[in-house]
């Protein structure tokens, strides 16, 4: 089959692999119709080559066809329409009990120390080859896959892989009160979703990025945003728009390759340039994320708001203002997304004609699997309007 595979820093591949197959009775394979390019893999992409491997197959928002199951599988069957949720959970041990799916017991990657493995995410995540490919093979699959009915485009399901839970789950750890307000920094897929949810849920939502397409995308949706490649101070504008105060939360959608944060980018820059083996501990080991959104968060939330970061950081170390975090009360909420959590409360608004979320306005770019490298350079450099594109093999 044709995968998308890693090679180094941007510098990905369309690859021929061998087809996956049924190695456990709790496997499943399926034949991916769409599968998303996330924010997520620009990380890889970029600064988090040391924790690759030259081949590894990228990509974790699939969704398809399904081709074959193992013994042990009766939840779905072949011919299924499925989305295929990030985290590979078992849906029955003591975290997932707790629907902390993202903390699966099952699937820990206990040599490494973290949480679920995630489909083509590093070895800090199990290296489980990725769903941009013709195939991918499903482990834990009495549990994950979402089944979708048959009919509308694979756009209104496949955000159910991570884009809508994260989205959903950014909100929810928000914690914004009734009546309240939320500031989202970073306008991408994640960013544009939560800001949505919030709206449809009946909050004040200010949108923050600096590239136009999207601060446009924001406004179409009834978000009202501030342009961070003009506005020179957002947190002080942000409290200028709420009496003083800064908003009751704010969600970080950006993460740790945040625009305005030199040092650290230099930082990131060098520990590109060593062999993996050296810059796999130093990154594990060092504060080298750009922390620029966090920053602003931490400014821009009101005293005893709540900030909840969504976008992902990766350094031991980092620097974080105590002193103001402690001073304003702030309570700061993290993490991977436990995906099938959301599902419920969001099957009723993807399956809804109305279209509540706009999930068919996210996507900017569908091309074929082929085109991934052009693809991920796009995504990275913010061309051609790209906001989320969608890979079909
Ligand atoms: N927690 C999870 O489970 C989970 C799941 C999916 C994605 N993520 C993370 O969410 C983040 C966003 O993902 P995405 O797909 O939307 O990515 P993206 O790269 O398209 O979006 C990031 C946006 O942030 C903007 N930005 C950069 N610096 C900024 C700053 N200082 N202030 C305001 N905006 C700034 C960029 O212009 C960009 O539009 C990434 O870190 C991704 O890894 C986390
Ligand atoms: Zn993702
Ligand atoms: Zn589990």
């Not at 195939?135 to 699959?141: I, K, N, T």
């Not at 485009?153 to 159910?160: S, T, V």
């Amino acid at each position: 089959m044709k995968a998308v595979t890693w090679h180094g820093k941007r510098d990905v591949r369309v690859e021929n692999m061998p087809d996956p197959s049924i190695k456990e009775p709790n496997d499943a394979v399926i034949k991916v119709t769409s599968t998303g390019i996330c924010g997520s893999d620009l990380h890889l992409y970029e600064v988090l080559g040391p924790f690759m491997a030259e081949g590894d197959i990228l990509g974790h928002e699939p969704m398809g066809i399904v081709e074959e199951v193992g013994p042990s599988i009766s939840n779905i069957k072949p011919g299924d329409r499925v989305v295929i949720p990030f985290n590979i959970s078992c849906g029955h041990c003591h975290m997932c009990g707790m629907e902390l799916y993202a903390q699966c017991e099952t699937t820990q990657v206990r040599e490494q120390g973290t949480g679920a493995a995630l489909f083509g995410y590093t070895k800090l995540y199990g290296q489980v080859p990725g769903g941009q490919a013709e195939y991918l093979r499903v482990p834990e699959a009495q549990f994950g896959p979402i089944r979708v009915p048959t009919g509308p485009p694979d756009e209104r399901f496949l955000y159910l892989s991570d884009v809508l839970p994260t989205a959903w789950q950014a909100v929810e750890y928000a914690e914004i009160p009734d009546g309240g307000s939320v500031t989202v920094f970073g306008l991408g897929p994640i960013g544009q979703m939560s800001a949505r949810i919030a709206r449809h849920l009946g909050r004040r939502v200010i949108g923050v990025d600096g590239v136009m397409a999207r601060l446009e995308m924001a406004r179409r949706h009834g978000i009202e945003v501030i342009d961070a490649s003009e506005v020179h101070n957002v947190p002080e504008e942000i409290r200028f728009r709420t009496s003083g105060r800064g908003t009751d939360s704010v969600i970080d959608a950006v993460g740790m390759e945040a625009h305005g944060s030199p040092a650290a980018k230099l930082a990131q820059t060098l520990a590109g340039m060593l062999p993996s083996a050296v810059a796999a501990p130093l990154m594990s080991n060092a504060g080298v994320d750009r922390l620029a959104a966090l920053n602003q968060a931490i400014d821009s939330v009101r005293r005893g708001g709540v900030i909840s970061v969504i976008g992902v950081y990766g350094g031991m170390t980092d620097p974080l203002p105590m002193l103001r975090m402690f001073d304003k009360g702030i309570t700061l909420r993290m993490g991977q997304t436990h995906v099938r959590r959301w599902i419920s409360r969001l099957m009723p608004l993807v399956t809804d004609e109305a279209d509540p979320l706009g999930v068919m306005d996210l996507t900017t770019h569908r091309m074929p699997l082929e085109q991934a490298p052009r693809a991920y350079e796009m995504f990275q450099k913010k061309s051609d309007g790209a906001i989320k594109i969608l890979l079909q093999p």
